[in-house]
């Protein structure tokens, strides 16, 4: 009987020390590793306000959390208007904390740039970045400590508190934008568009309208994605505050691009030679405007309405590009921030860009009232 009693004592120790291996193995869980950093107590002190603190201490779950610091949640308040009580008794306090966490562990190394992703609080989705630094952003957060492992998960530190808010950006996701997000999502704009706190006017072209104008522009869809100046192209769309149609006024109107577009109210709503085609599509954080065309930088300075797209080839040329029966015509020549970079006049069907630096450029030649216009790449 004492040697039975003996073994089955040995077998109880020998499982206590597997099992405090283990525990000392997997460390802390979510919870764990949040309410034991100084720089994330205003986020403890919200989750045990809203009752989620066994949820992430719970060891059989699997998460990972988007933990905005403490410099995020001052940050949140300031803009709020409200105190920290006031966000800690808040009825929606369970929903802001789940829109920040996912019910599975991700690591940093798992993230891909445009990855969308859907959080506990199902109610909007997150959308992810990464830029040419492999930084990673959370909507409009950088993640300024990556990868913190627990128990449970993982757990990814950021500077600015996530909303639900349903922006600008997710309104081109939702609708059927597929050709402007992966242009938004190429050139590391989602971070901007999804601030739920900015404001934005945003002129949004058609899947379309980008057909037609890699078409007429003599390029592939891939070459748009690639160029270098596809941001400035994108933030031409864009105009940092919130206008909706009826506030609108005929003139020059500045972009986030810096160059202008060109507001025209006698026919219907004309931006440049694009027309609105679906005025006021509201959102949190500003307001889009459908358009049948996509807006090309510097257009706004020509005097003129009456555009046609014509080819030009070899696109993409190395030297020089080539128009046909286009002789005489004067030629403007723009980068994609809408800057002059080459003009003069036609004297053969030839123009020499071999001093251009590569990148995507826009050709206008001008007979009369008439512009014809087309885009070209420089390798």
Do not use: C, W
Request: hydrophobic share 45%.
């Amino acid at each position: 009987m004492k040697t039975i009693l003996s073994k089955t004592m040995k077998k109880v120790s020998l499982t206590l020390a597997i099992a405090m291996m283990s525990v000392s193995a997997f460390g802390q869980t979510v919870y764990g590793v949040i309410s034991n950093s100084p720089n994330h107590t205003t986020l403890t002190a919200a989750i045990d306000a809203a009752g989620l603190d066994a949820t992430l201490d719970d060891p059989m779950g699997e998460f990972t959390v988007f933990a905005p610091d403490n410099n995020a949640f001052a940050d949140l308040l300031a803009e709020l208007g409200i105190t920290a009580p006031d966000l800690l008794a808040d009825a929606g306090l369970a929903d802001i904390l789940t829109y920040h966490v996912l019910g599975s562990e991700v690591m940093a190394a798992g993230i891909t740039n445009g990855d969308i992703v859907t959080p506990i609080n199902s109610n909007n989705t997150l959308k992810l970045t990464v830029n040419a630094s492999s930084e990673v952003f959370v909507n409009q957060a950088q993640v300024n400590a990556a990868d913190l492992a627990a128990s449970n998960g993982v757990v990814h530190s950021i500077d600015q508190a996530l909303l639900v808010n349903e922006t600008v950006a997710d309104l081109a996701i939702d609708n059927g934008f597929n050709i402007l997000v992966a242009a938004v999502v190429e050139a590391r704009l989602l971070p901007a568009l999804t601030d739920p706190f900015a404001e934005y006017t945003v002129f949004a072209p058609t899947d379309a309208a980008f057909t037609t104008y890699i078409t007429n522009s003599g390029i592939t869809a891939p070459d748009l994605l690639a160029s270098a100046g596809l941001a400035d192209i994108l933030l031409y769309h864009v105009l940092g505050m919130e206008v909706n149609s009826a506030d609108l006024t005929d003139g020059m109107v500045a972009t986030l691009n810096g160059a202008n577009i060109l507001v025209d109210l006698s026919n219907g709503v004309m931006i440049n030679d694009a027309m609105v085609t679906t005025a006021d599509v509201a959102s949190d954080n500003g307001v889009v405007h459908v358009i049948d065309k996509v807006l090309v930088p510097g257009t706004a300075s020509i005097e003129t309405n009456k555009f046609e797209e014509i080819t030009v080839f070899p696109n993409p040329t190395t030297s020089v590009i080539q128009v046909e029966n286009m002789e005489n015509a004067d030629y403007r020549i723009t980068n994609s921030a809408g800057k002059i970079v080459k003009e003069g006049k036609l004297t053969s069907n030839n123009i020499q860009v071999n001093a251009l630096e590569n990148g995507m450029y826009f050709l206008y030649l001008i007979e009369g009232e008439n512009v014809f216009t087309s885009q070209f790449i420089k390798k």
